[in-house]
């Protein structure tokens, strides 16, 4: 189940989505996000994704949306960019967060490296905490 979280509480708990993972909107914009483990999103985007659910099928399934890039002007285009890479870095926090947990349970780096498809070392490199 999401929880919901508002701006004040993310403060407070230091490690909560700062920004919807669809629409990429940081949350001081969006207001409340409902959070999950790999992903947020705002009130907007969760109200026009239960109208997209709610829809009747038409007979022949829609082709799949066209990439978000092709309708944008250069200059949209370039403002989402930093917004892309803010969502990069809640997607790699999140995993972060989920491969220490896997290190709470002893899970070795052995294993954790080959579940993401990397060598040992690769995993401890890239998800070691500092000492
Ligand atoms: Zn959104």
Do not use: Y
């Not at 969006?30 to 992903?39: D, Q």
């Amino acid at each position: 189940m999401p929880s919901e979280l508002s701006g004040t509480d993310r403060d407070h708990r230091g490690n909560e989505p700062f920004m919807c993972s669809f629409c990429l909107r940081p949350r001081q914009e969006t207001g409340v996000l409902a959070a999950a483990p790999t992903a947020a999103i705002c009130r907007e985007c969760a109200e026009g994704a239960l109208k997209l659910l709610e829809a009747p099928r038409p007979a022949d399934p829609d082709p799949l949306p066209a990439t978000p890039w092709e309708a944008l002007s250069n200059d949209e285009l370039l403002e989402r960019l930093p917004r892309v890479a803010q969502a990069r870095d809640q997607v790699e926090e999140h995993l972060r967060r989920w491969v220490t947990a896997a290190r709470d349970r002893n899970i070795s780096w052995a294993v954790i490296g080959a579940s993401l498809g990397m060598s040992r070392q690769s995993a401890w490199e890239r998800f070691r905490t500092a000492p």
